[in-house]
């Protein structure tokens, strides 16, 4: 069992030179490959992460430039209607003015023509009953040299 221990004490003793340099090496690894490793992954990493909250950003932006430009289109849209329904409402008031203006016109020709046929219509009461007067005169007149005649 001595010998045992010796060899395994000799493979150790061995081993050590061994052992010695994968720790340098494992401690150069660290310090050569990981760290900057780690560190370019932490950075690629943050790069990343702040591209996406960039774009989460400008995604917002975009979002709320849309929200403003449909609420400035809606109230364009509501004031042009209100335009519209203001020159209609104008069209109206006008067309309702020019057809009063010509109903006020129209009475008036209407009253002027009442007056003109009553004035004419007095004037030929008038002149049928001076005719009627000159007629039953001649009438008279040819009547009674008749009836003179024919009593005699």
């Known amino acids: 069992m001595e010998d045992i221990v010796q060899q395994v004490g000799a493979l150790l003793l061995g081993a050590v030179p061994t052992i010695l340099?994968?720790?340098?090496?494992v401690a150069a690894y660290q310090l050569?490959?990981?760290g900057?490793?780690?560190r370019v992954l932490a950075e690629r990493r943050?790069?990343?992460e702040g591209a996406v909250e960039n774009a989460h950003k400008a995604i917002a932006d975009a979002e709320a430039k849309?929200?403003?430009y449909a609420d400035k289109l809606r109230l364009a849209r509501a004031e042009i209607f209100k335009m519209r329904e203001q020159r209609a409402k104008q069209r109206n008031s006008e067309r309702e003015a020019a057809l009063d203006e010509t109903r006020k016109a129209a009475v008036v020709k209407v009253t002027q023509s009442?007056?003109?046929i009553e004035a004419e219509t007095e004037g030929a009461r008038q002149s049928i009953q001076v005719s009627a007067?000159?007629?039953?005169s001649q009438v008279v007149r040819a009547?009674?040299?008749l009836a003179a005649g024919s009593s005699r």
């Open 21 to 25: 340099l994968f720790v340098v090496l």
């Open 32 to 34: 050569l490959v990981q």
């Open 36 to 38: 900057p490793l780690n």
């Open 46 to 48: 943050a790069r990343t």
């Open 66 to 68: 849309a929200a403003e």
């Open 114 to 116: 009442r007056t003109e």
């Open 133 to 136: 007067g000159e007629l039953a």
């Open 143 to 145: 009547v009674l040299p």
